[in-house]
């Protein structure tokens, strides 16, 4: 574990083949964190084929093999092998009716940054429970990020119209007003941009959001007054902020 935190990666990965060949008739659970400390680590081929070894010779319980279908899911995405990663979460979701493993690997791959993956596991979740609102935003707001603005707010909007939008109704307003402004639509950016601002006025991506809106419909004096509201914000936030 401090191998792979201090990011040693090749001394981490030795020390996990040695944990292996030792030969334990049980999968400690923190063999499992250790594999997605792997994959964190970027050691995504070793992370793979550590994880496939174990499913094919470990007597694993359900638990176990989800464990590590969620790391091969990572590893494989990790390696630019969607097919493969694909088949790893069909044959897991075969395991159970609990949507639960899905969930859990999109919140892994959504704090780690992994776009594509988080848009296909939103998709994954979608096809099981058609109109889920958090899976709709999570997806609009990957697809955000890997430039598809068009489908974002698609999505965005239906997570909206649901109405079921607790917990994450101003992510899901700052996701709107990025897709719509990096679409070409100020004006309804600016919209959802000032819902954003209005529901948490400390946030400073909604000032952010206002004053590039505004300055995309000319005006200016507005947008400097947003603009200060966003230097307040941001010197007041934990984050960094972007200029």
Known sequence: RILLTQGRLEEGEALLRQCLDAGSPALPDDLVY????????GGHSAAADLAERLLETAPASSSDELGLS?????ALYGLNRPQQARAVIATALDLTEDTSFVATLLEESLGQGEWSLVDELAAVLLEREPGEARALWLRGAALNQLGR?????KSLEASLASGAVDGFEGELYLALAEGLLLGGDPEAALHHASRATALEPRQP??????TRAL????RGVEASAAA???????????????D
């Open 228 to 242: 200060a509201s966003w230097a307040d914000a941001a010197a007041r936030s934990p984050d960094p902020v972007q």
């Open 205 to 210: 991506r909604g000032y952010e959001l206002q």
């Open 215 to 218: 300055l995309g419909l000319g």
């Open 34 to 41: 250790l594999l997605e400390l792997l994959v964190d680590a």
């Open 149 to 153: 603005h068009t489908e974002a707010v």
């Open 70 to 74: 969620r790391v091969r899911v990572r």
